[in-house]
Protein backbone atom coordinates (compact mmCIF):
# COMPACT_ATOMS: atom_id res chain seq x y z
CA UNK A 1 0.00 0.00 0.00
CA UNK A 2 2.80 2.41 1.00
CA UNK A 3 4.89 1.05 -2.03
CA UNK A 4 1.89 2.04 -4.32
CA UNK A 5 1.71 5.77 -2.96
CA UNK A 6 5.30 6.14 -3.60
CA UNK A 7 5.18 5.02 -7.00
CA UNK A 8 2.21 7.18 -7.68
CA UNK A 9 3.49 10.26 -6.06
CA UNK A 10 4.33 12.92 -8.61
CA UNK A 11 8.21 13.38 -9.25
CA UNK A 12 10.10 16.84 -8.20
CA UNK A 13 11.32 18.96 -10.40
CA UNK A 14 14.48 20.38 -9.70
CA UNK A 15 13.70 24.61 -9.57
CA UNK A 16 15.84 27.49 -11.21
CA UNK A 17 18.25 28.72 -8.99
CA UNK A 18 17.62 32.92 -8.22
CA UNK A 19 20.48 34.38 -10.44
CA UNK A 20 20.85 37.61 -7.36
CA UNK A 21 20.86 34.65 -4.55
CA UNK A 22 23.76 32.98 -6.35
CA UNK A 23 25.52 36.47 -6.75
CA UNK A 24 25.22 37.57 -2.99
CA UNK A 25 26.27 33.98 -2.05
CA UNK A 26 29.31 34.68 -3.97
CA UNK A 27 29.60 38.14 -2.58
CA UNK A 28 29.06 36.92 0.73
CA UNK A 29 31.28 34.06 0.93
CA UNK A 30 34.20 36.59 -0.60
CA UNK A 31 33.68 38.95 2.34
CA UNK A 32 33.56 36.00 4.92
CA UNK A 33 37.21 35.26 2.95
CA UNK A 34 38.64 38.67 3.53
CA UNK A 35 37.52 38.69 6.96
CA UNK A 36 39.37 35.31 7.46
CA UNK A 37 42.53 36.93 6.15
CA UNK A 38 42.31 40.30 7.85
CA UNK A 39 42.06 37.94 11.01
CA UNK A 40 45.19 36.43 10.15
CA UNK A 41 46.48 39.54 8.99
CA UNK A 42 45.76 40.90 12.41
CA UNK A 43 46.92 38.17 14.98
CA UNK A 44 50.21 38.25 13.02
CA UNK A 45 49.76 42.01 13.24
CA UNK A 46 49.28 42.53 16.74
CA UNK A 47 51.91 39.44 17.71
CA UNK A 48 54.46 41.69 16.36
CA UNK A 49 53.23 45.16 17.76
CA UNK A 50 52.78 43.06 21.11
CA UNK A 51 56.55 42.03 20.84
CA UNK A 52 57.67 45.54 20.13
CA UNK A 53 55.61 47.03 23.00
CA UNK A 54 56.85 44.42 25.57
CA UNK A 55 60.81 45.12 24.49
CA UNK A 56 59.57 48.55 24.42
CA UNK A 57 58.73 48.45 28.37
CA UNK A 58 62.04 45.82 29.24
CA UNK A 59 64.18 48.49 27.78
CA UNK A 60 61.97 51.06 30.09
CA UNK A 61 62.09 49.45 33.06
CA UNK A 62 66.10 48.97 32.60
CA UNK A 63 66.65 52.06 32.22
CA UNK A 64 64.04 53.56 34.89
CA UNK A 65 66.23 51.17 37.50
CA UNK A 66 69.85 52.40 35.83
CA UNK A 67 68.70 56.10 36.19
CA UNK A 68 67.82 55.90 40.09
CA UNK A 69 70.66 57.01 42.49
CA UNK A 70 72.18 54.84 44.75
CA UNK A 71 72.70 56.62 48.61
CA UNK A 72 76.36 56.41 50.38
CA UNK A 73 75.83 54.21 53.03
CA UNK A 74 73.94 51.40 50.45
CA UNK A 75 76.72 51.48 48.57
CA UNK A 76 79.44 50.87 51.74
CA UNK A 77 76.50 48.07 52.33
CA UNK A 78 76.71 46.61 49.32
CA UNK A 79 80.56 46.28 48.58
CA UNK A 80 81.93 43.00 48.55
CA UNK A 81 83.53 41.48 52.08
CA UNK A 82 86.96 40.12 52.61
CA UNK A 83 86.77 36.00 51.79
CA UNK A 84 89.56 33.52 52.27
CA UNK A 85 89.87 31.26 49.50
CA UNK A 86 87.31 28.22 49.56
CA UNK A 87 85.12 29.98 51.29
CA UNK A 88 81.71 29.77 50.87
CA UNK A 89 79.42 32.31 48.56
CA UNK A 90 78.36 35.37 50.45
CA UNK A 91 74.74 35.75 50.58
CA UNK A 92 72.79 38.46 48.78
CA UNK A 93 72.90 41.72 50.62
CA UNK A 94 69.29 42.69 49.57
CA UNK A 95 66.56 40.60 48.31
CA UNK A 96 63.24 42.05 48.07
CA UNK A 97 59.86 41.76 46.12
CA UNK A 98 58.43 44.38 44.04
CA UNK A 99 55.77 46.24 45.33
CA UNK A 100 52.60 43.94 44.91
CA UNK A 101 50.40 45.48 42.44
CA UNK A 102 47.42 47.09 43.86
CA UNK A 103 44.19 45.59 44.10
CA UNK A 104 41.90 47.57 42.47
CA UNK A 105 44.35 47.72 39.16
CA UNK A 106 45.70 44.34 38.84
CA UNK A 107 48.08 43.38 36.16
CA UNK A 108 46.93 42.84 32.81
CA UNK A 109 48.08 42.87 28.88
CA UNK A 110 49.20 46.69 28.72
CA UNK A 111 50.24 46.62 32.36
CA UNK A 112 52.31 43.55 33.02
CA UNK A 113 54.67 42.26 35.97
CA UNK A 114 57.93 42.97 35.47
CA UNK A 115 60.71 40.36 37.41
CA UNK A 116 63.45 42.22 38.38
CA UNK A 117 67.42 41.45 38.66
CA UNK A 118 70.05 44.16 39.79
CA UNK A 119 73.83 43.83 40.73
CA UNK A 120 76.48 46.28 41.93
CA UNK A 121 79.93 45.03 40.77
CA UNK A 122 78.95 42.03 40.12
CA UNK A 123 77.20 41.28 43.35
CA UNK A 124 73.75 40.39 43.27
CA UNK A 125 71.81 42.30 45.37
CA UNK A 126 68.36 42.86 43.94
CA UNK A 127 65.67 39.11 43.59
CA UNK A 128 62.30 40.34 42.70
CA UNK A 129 61.10 36.44 42.43
CA UNK A 130 63.65 34.26 43.52
CA UNK A 131 65.43 33.09 40.27
CA UNK A 132 69.16 34.09 40.76
CA UNK A 133 69.86 30.22 41.31
CA UNK A 134 68.61 29.12 37.80
CA UNK A 135 70.49 32.34 36.35
CA UNK A 136 73.49 31.42 33.92
CA UNK A 137 76.75 33.27 35.24
CA UNK A 138 76.99 36.33 32.23
CA UNK A 139 74.29 36.96 30.03
CA UNK A 140 75.18 38.86 27.04
CA UNK A 141 73.76 42.74 26.60
CA UNK A 142 70.47 43.42 24.72
CA UNK A 143 67.16 41.55 24.29
CA UNK A 144 67.58 37.42 24.44
CA UNK A 145 65.05 34.48 25.34
CA UNK A 146 66.22 32.58 28.56
CA UNK A 147 64.41 29.45 29.72
CA UNK A 148 63.29 29.72 33.35
CA UNK A 149 60.84 27.87 35.71
CA UNK A 150 58.64 30.08 37.81
CA UNK A 151 56.38 28.52 40.04
CA UNK A 152 56.78 25.08 38.64
CA UNK A 153 56.35 25.90 35.03
CA UNK A 154 59.44 25.78 32.30
CA UNK A 155 59.03 28.33 29.98
CA UNK A 156 61.24 30.82 27.73
CA UNK A 157 61.03 34.14 28.90
CA UNK A 158 61.61 37.76 26.97
CA UNK A 159 64.72 39.12 29.10
CA UNK A 160 66.24 42.56 28.46
CA UNK A 161 70.21 43.26 30.14
CA UNK A 162 71.95 46.61 30.76
CA UNK A 163 74.36 47.91 32.65
CA UNK A 164 75.76 51.37 33.83
CA UNK A 165 78.82 53.01 36.28
CA UNK A 166 76.65 54.68 39.04
CA UNK A 167 77.57 58.40 39.82
CA UNK A 168 75.73 58.87 43.03
CA UNK A 169 78.83 58.80 46.21
CA UNK A 170 81.68 58.26 43.70
CA UNK A 171 83.50 61.07 45.02
CA UNK A 172 83.03 60.87 48.82
CA UNK A 173 84.60 57.14 48.21
CA UNK A 174 87.35 58.59 45.67
CA UNK A 175 87.24 55.25 44.14
CA UNK A 176 85.95 53.78 41.29
CA UNK A 177 81.90 54.73 40.30
CA UNK A 178 80.01 50.58 40.98
CA UNK A 179 79.20 48.87 38.06
CA UNK A 180 74.94 48.68 38.00
CA UNK A 181 73.64 45.76 36.43
CA UNK A 182 70.41 44.46 35.25
CA UNK A 183 67.87 42.26 33.90
CA UNK A 184 64.19 42.91 33.83
CA UNK A 185 62.17 39.77 32.12
CA UNK A 186 58.51 39.50 32.09
CA UNK A 187 55.50 36.21 31.95
CA UNK A 188 55.47 35.51 27.71
CA UNK A 189 51.70 35.11 28.34
CA UNK A 190 51.54 38.85 28.72
CA UNK A 191 52.73 39.17 25.26
CA UNK A 192 50.39 36.21 24.01
CA UNK A 193 47.36 37.98 26.24
CA UNK A 194 48.39 41.78 24.41
CA UNK A 195 48.06 40.32 20.70
CA UNK A 196 44.98 38.67 21.09
CA UNK A 197 43.67 42.08 22.67
CA UNK A 198 44.79 44.23 19.48
CA UNK A 199 43.51 41.50 17.10
CA UNK A 200 40.41 42.06 18.78
CA UNK A 201 40.19 45.49 19.32
CA UNK A 202 40.87 45.01 14.95
CA UNK A 203 38.72 42.22 14.49
CA UNK A 204 35.49 42.77 16.65
CA UNK A 205 34.14 46.32 14.92
CA UNK A 206 34.29 44.17 11.14
CA UNK A 207 32.25 40.89 13.16
CA UNK A 208 30.13 42.96 14.14
CA UNK A 209 29.34 44.97 10.92
CA UNK A 210 29.17 41.44 8.93
CA UNK A 211 25.34 40.67 9.21
CA UNK A 212 25.25 44.79 7.77
CA UNK A 213 27.47 44.20 4.99
CA UNK A 214 25.63 41.21 3.93
CA UNK A 215 22.10 42.85 4.11
CA UNK A 216 23.47 46.01 1.71
CA UNK A 217 25.04 43.07 -0.25
CA UNK A 218 21.30 41.56 -1.03
CA UNK A 219 20.35 45.13 -1.53
CA UNK A 220 22.27 46.39 -3.25
CA UNK A 221 22.84 43.02 -6.07
CA UNK A 222 18.92 43.34 -6.47
CA UNK A 223 19.14 46.67 -7.52
CA UNK A 224 21.95 45.80 -9.86
CA UNK A 225 20.28 43.40 -11.39
CA UNK A 226 17.00 45.87 -12.35
CA UNK A 227 18.49 46.48 -15.54
CA UNK A 228 18.36 42.90 -16.42
CA UNK A 229 15.12 42.39 -15.52
CA UNK A 230 14.16 45.49 -17.87
CA UNK A 231 16.13 44.06 -20.55
CA UNK A 232 14.24 40.97 -20.20
CA UNK A 233 10.72 42.62 -20.13
CA UNK A 234 11.73 44.03 -23.42
CA UNK A 235 13.02 41.03 -25.09
CA UNK A 236 9.73 39.41 -24.42
CA UNK A 237 8.17 42.27 -25.72
CA UNK A 238 9.84 41.48 -29.37
CA UNK A 239 8.12 41.02 -32.58
CA UNK A 240 9.92 39.04 -34.65
CA UNK A 241 7.32 38.79 -37.75
CA UNK A 242 7.35 42.21 -37.61
CA UNK A 243 10.77 42.95 -37.70
CA UNK A 244 11.55 44.44 -34.12
CA UNK A 245 15.09 44.55 -32.94
CA UNK A 246 16.15 46.06 -28.98
CA UNK A 247 17.73 49.46 -29.21
CA UNK A 248 21.52 49.31 -29.18
CA UNK A 249 22.36 51.85 -27.04
CA UNK A 250 22.64 50.73 -23.17
CA UNK A 251 23.34 52.01 -20.39
CA UNK A 252 25.70 49.33 -19.34
CA UNK A 253 28.39 47.73 -21.68
CA UNK A 254 27.45 44.36 -20.50
CA UNK A 255 24.12 44.60 -21.51
CA UNK A 256 25.22 46.59 -25.45
CA UNK A 257 27.01 43.17 -25.77
CA UNK A 258 23.49 41.42 -25.03
CA UNK A 259 21.91 43.06 -26.82
CA UNK A 260 24.14 42.75 -29.85
CA UNK A 261 24.09 39.10 -29.66
CA UNK A 262 20.27 39.09 -29.40
CA UNK A 263 20.11 41.62 -32.46
CA UNK A 264 21.98 38.81 -34.31
CA UNK A 265 19.64 36.06 -33.29
CA UNK A 266 16.79 38.46 -34.22
CA UNK A 267 18.29 38.79 -37.54
CA UNK A 268 18.67 35.24 -38.14
CA UNK A 269 15.40 34.29 -37.14
CA UNK A 270 13.86 37.07 -39.51
CA UNK A 271 16.00 35.64 -42.36
CA UNK A 272 14.80 32.30 -41.64
CA UNK A 273 11.05 32.99 -41.13
CA UNK A 274 11.47 34.91 -44.99
CA UNK A 275 12.73 31.71 -46.21
CA UNK A 276 10.51 29.72 -44.65
CA UNK A 277 7.66 32.18 -46.27
CA UNK A 278 9.11 31.64 -49.98
CA UNK A 279 9.50 27.91 -49.60
CA UNK A 280 5.63 27.90 -48.26
CA UNK A 281 4.94 30.37 -51.50
CA UNK A 282 7.56 27.43 -53.72
CA UNK A 283 5.67 24.54 -52.36
CA UNK A 284 1.98 26.30 -53.10
CA UNK A 285 2.63 27.14 -56.40
CA UNK A 286 4.38 23.66 -57.23
CA UNK A 287 1.09 22.07 -56.03
CA UNK A 288 -1.09 24.67 -57.43
CA UNK A 289 -0.02 23.54 -60.87
CA UNK A 290 -0.49 19.74 -61.20
CA UNK A 291 -3.71 20.21 -59.17
CA UNK A 292 -5.14 22.86 -61.48
CA UNK A 293 -4.37 20.56 -64.35
CA UNK A 294 -6.01 17.61 -62.42
CA UNK A 295 -9.11 19.64 -62.22
CA UNK A 296 -9.76 20.38 -65.77
CA UNK A 297 -8.99 16.95 -67.06
CA UNK A 298 -11.19 15.37 -64.80
CA UNK A 299 -13.77 17.72 -66.39
CA UNK A 300 -12.65 17.16 -69.66
CA UNK A 301 -12.31 13.28 -69.63
CA UNK A 302 -16.19 13.52 -68.32
CA UNK A 303 -17.51 15.46 -71.03
CA UNK A 304 -15.04 14.69 -73.88
CA UNK A 305 -15.29 11.93 -77.33
CA UNK A 306 -13.45 9.05 -76.02
CA UNK A 307 -10.26 9.73 -77.64
CA UNK A 308 -10.01 12.95 -75.64
CA UNK A 309 -11.02 10.75 -72.51
CA UNK A 310 -7.57 8.60 -72.54
CA UNK A 311 -5.67 11.80 -73.30
CA UNK A 312 -7.22 13.33 -70.35
CA UNK A 313 -6.52 10.23 -68.18
CA UNK A 314 -3.00 10.17 -69.05
CA UNK A 315 -2.89 13.62 -68.04
CA UNK A 316 -4.35 13.42 -65.11
CA UNK A 317 -1.91 10.60 -63.89
CA UNK A 318 0.92 12.33 -64.82
CA UNK A 319 -0.51 15.44 -62.67
CA UNK A 320 -0.86 13.01 -59.74
CA UNK A 321 2.56 11.61 -60.28
CA UNK A 322 4.16 14.98 -59.77
CA UNK A 323 1.40 15.96 -57.18
CA UNK A 324 3.30 13.02 -55.84
CA UNK A 325 7.05 13.85 -56.06
CA UNK A 326 6.39 16.97 -54.76
CA UNK A 327 4.85 15.63 -50.99
CA UNK A 328 8.19 13.20 -50.89
CA UNK A 329 10.03 16.20 -51.25
CA UNK A 330 8.36 17.80 -48.52
CA UNK A 331 8.87 14.75 -46.63
CA UNK A 332 12.27 14.29 -47.69
CA UNK A 333 12.95 17.73 -46.12
CA UNK A 334 11.32 17.32 -42.86
CA UNK A 335 13.42 13.95 -42.31
CA UNK A 336 16.80 16.20 -43.54
CA UNK A 337 15.85 18.45 -40.72
CA UNK A 338 14.99 15.26 -37.69
CA UNK A 339 18.47 14.14 -39.19
CA UNK A 340 20.95 17.14 -39.26
CA UNK A 341 21.47 16.83 -35.57
CA UNK A 342 22.83 13.49 -35.63
CA UNK A 343 26.89 12.59 -35.23
CA UNK A 344 28.78 12.79 -38.25
CA UNK A 345 30.75 9.86 -39.99
CA UNK A 346 33.16 9.25 -42.64
CA UNK A 347 31.38 9.22 -45.78
CA UNK A 348 33.51 8.11 -49.02
CA UNK A 349 31.49 10.21 -51.69
CA UNK A 350 33.19 7.84 -54.77
CA UNK A 351 31.41 5.16 -53.37
CA UNK A 352 28.08 7.39 -52.37
CA UNK A 353 28.02 8.85 -55.89
CA UNK A 354 28.69 5.75 -57.63
CA UNK A 355 25.83 3.97 -55.60
CA UNK A 356 23.08 6.94 -57.37
CA UNK A 357 24.18 7.02 -61.05
CA UNK A 358 23.58 3.23 -60.63
CA UNK A 359 20.38 3.58 -59.28
CA UNK A 360 19.66 6.27 -61.86
CA UNK A 361 20.88 4.95 -65.08
CA UNK A 362 17.59 2.79 -65.51
CA UNK A 363 15.53 6.32 -65.49
CA UNK A 364 18.30 7.85 -67.62
CA UNK A 365 17.85 5.21 -70.47
CA UNK A 366 13.71 5.18 -70.24
CA UNK A 367 14.07 8.73 -70.28
CA UNK A 368 16.38 8.89 -73.21
CA UNK A 369 19.05 10.47 -71.08
CA UNK A 370 22.92 9.78 -70.76
CA UNK A 371 24.20 9.81 -67.33
CA UNK A 372 27.93 8.87 -66.77
CA UNK A 373 30.07 8.81 -63.11
CA UNK A 374 33.59 11.51 -63.32
CA UNK A 375 35.19 10.60 -59.76
CA UNK A 376 39.18 9.60 -58.54
CA UNK A 377 39.74 5.54 -57.64
CA UNK A 378 40.82 6.35 -54.82
CA UNK A 379 38.52 7.08 -51.85
CA UNK A 380 37.39 10.53 -51.26
CA UNK A 381 36.07 10.90 -47.34
CA UNK A 382 35.03 13.66 -45.40
CA UNK A 383 32.90 13.79 -41.80
CA UNK A 384 29.54 13.93 -42.26
CA UNK A 385 26.07 12.33 -42.41
CA UNK A 386 25.65 9.32 -45.30
CA UNK A 387 21.90 9.73 -45.66
CA UNK A 388 21.24 13.45 -46.08
CA UNK A 389 24.15 13.87 -48.56
CA UNK A 390 22.77 10.85 -50.64
CA UNK A 391 19.52 12.34 -50.19
CA UNK A 392 20.63 15.83 -51.99
CA UNK A 393 22.54 13.97 -54.32
CA UNK A 394 19.63 11.90 -55.32
CA UNK A 395 17.39 15.30 -56.39
CA UNK A 396 19.75 16.70 -57.86
CA UNK A 397 20.46 14.05 -60.59
CA UNK A 398 16.53 13.21 -60.31
CA UNK A 399 16.14 17.10 -61.29
CA UNK A 400 18.46 16.95 -64.21
CA UNK A 401 17.19 13.52 -65.44
CA UNK A 402 12.91 14.86 -64.84
CA UNK A 403 13.42 18.71 -66.38
CA UNK A 404 15.51 18.15 -69.48
CA UNK A 405 14.76 16.93 -72.97
CA UNK A 406 15.85 13.71 -74.11
CA UNK A 407 19.63 13.18 -75.34
CA UNK A 408 20.74 15.42 -72.36
CA UNK A 409 24.03 14.10 -71.11
CA UNK A 410 24.32 14.55 -67.50
CA UNK A 411 27.79 13.97 -65.38
CA UNK A 412 28.34 13.30 -61.61
CA UNK A 413 31.68 14.56 -60.34
CA UNK A 414 33.79 13.98 -57.66
CA UNK A 415 36.61 16.10 -57.49
CA UNK A 416 39.46 17.73 -54.93
CA UNK A 417 40.77 20.97 -56.68
CA UNK A 418 44.85 22.18 -55.77
CA UNK A 419 43.56 24.05 -53.22
CA UNK A 420 42.02 21.09 -51.32
CA UNK A 421 38.19 21.95 -52.04
CA UNK A 422 35.79 19.02 -52.58
CA UNK A 423 33.44 19.12 -54.89
CA UNK A 424 30.47 16.82 -55.64
CA UNK A 425 28.38 18.13 -58.75
CA UNK A 426 25.76 17.22 -60.66
CA UNK A 427 26.17 18.78 -64.63
CA UNK A 428 23.80 18.72 -67.88
CA UNK A 429 23.55 20.40 -71.84
CA UNK A 430 20.31 20.84 -71.22
CA UNK A 431 18.57 23.87 -71.10
CA UNK A 432 20.04 26.50 -68.22
CA UNK A 433 17.29 27.68 -66.11
CA UNK A 434 19.52 28.11 -62.93
CA UNK A 435 19.43 32.01 -62.78
CA UNK A 436 15.92 32.38 -63.55
CA UNK A 437 13.77 31.54 -59.75
CA UNK A 438 10.41 31.47 -61.43
CA UNK A 439 11.23 29.30 -64.38
CA UNK A 440 12.57 26.72 -61.95
CA UNK A 441 10.04 26.81 -60.05
CA UNK A 442 7.89 26.18 -62.74
CA UNK A 443 10.01 23.33 -63.81
CA UNK A 444 9.26 21.82 -60.02
CA UNK A 445 12.98 22.42 -58.78
CA UNK A 446 12.04 24.97 -56.12
CA UNK A 447 11.45 22.57 -52.99
CA UNK A 448 14.22 20.13 -54.41
CA UNK A 449 16.70 23.10 -54.59
CA UNK A 450 15.94 23.84 -51.19
CA UNK A 451 15.85 20.40 -50.16
CA UNK A 452 19.14 20.76 -51.60
CA UNK A 453 20.37 23.86 -49.70
CA UNK A 454 19.48 23.01 -46.13
CA UNK A 455 21.52 19.64 -46.62
CA UNK A 456 24.61 21.53 -47.63
CA UNK A 457 24.52 23.95 -45.06
CA UNK A 458 23.52 21.40 -42.35
CA UNK A 459 26.81 19.23 -43.80
CA UNK A 460 29.63 22.36 -43.96
CA UNK A 461 28.87 22.74 -47.69
CA UNK A 462 27.76 25.00 -49.66
CA UNK A 463 25.58 24.57 -52.87
CA UNK A 464 26.96 26.35 -55.72
CA UNK A 465 24.82 27.04 -59.56
CA UNK A 466 26.67 28.05 -62.13
CA UNK A 467 27.02 27.48 -66.11
CA UNK A 468 29.79 24.95 -65.29
CA UNK A 469 32.58 23.97 -68.18
CA UNK A 470 32.07 23.18 -71.90
CA UNK A 471 30.20 21.08 -73.27
CA UNK A 472 27.39 21.48 -70.12
CA UNK A 473 25.18 24.28 -69.66
CA UNK A 474 24.32 24.08 -66.10
CA UNK A 475 26.07 22.77 -63.07
CA UNK A 476 24.69 22.00 -59.27
CA UNK A 477 27.66 21.56 -56.69
CA UNK A 478 28.00 20.98 -53.08
CA UNK A 479 31.62 22.83 -52.61
CA UNK A 480 33.66 21.84 -49.07
CA UNK A 481 35.69 24.20 -47.93
CA UNK A 482 39.39 22.72 -47.64
CA UNK A 483 39.61 23.63 -43.54
CA UNK A 484 36.19 21.90 -43.14
CA UNK A 485 37.50 18.27 -43.95
CA UNK A 486 40.57 16.11 -43.27
CA UNK A 487 42.76 15.65 -45.80
CA UNK A 488 43.39 11.91 -45.89
CA UNK A 489 42.26 9.19 -47.52
CA UNK A 490 39.28 7.00 -45.92
Avoid at 67 to 75: E, G, M, T
Avoid at 202 to 228: D, E, K, N, T
Avoid at 249 to 275: F, H
Wanted: hydrophobic fraction near 45%.
Amino acid sequence: MGQDANLQAPTRTDEPRSLWRYLWAWALGSVVALWLLLAGLAYSTGYHEAEEISDGLLVSAAQLLLSQPLDKPLIEALKPPLTLPGAPKPPVAHQAALPAPLAQHPPNAYAPEFHVLVWLDERLVWDSHGVHDQWPPRLPLGHQTLSLTLQGVTQDWRVYVAESAGAAGAAESKGAAPLRRVAVFLDPARREALAADISEHILLPALVFLPLVALMLASAIRRGLLPLQRLSGKIAALDVDAGQTLVPQQPYRELGVTVQSINALVLRLQAQVGRERRFAADVAHELRTPLTALVLQARRARHGAANEQIQALQAVEQGALQAGRILSQLLDLARAQSLSSDLPESVDLCALALHVVSEHAALAHELGQDIALEAPEQALALPGQATLLELALRNLVDNALRHNPPGTFVEVRVARDAAGQVTLSVSDDGEDFSADRTQAADTGLGIGLTLVERIAQSQGAQLVRDAGTAPFGKRFALVWPAADHPSGKA
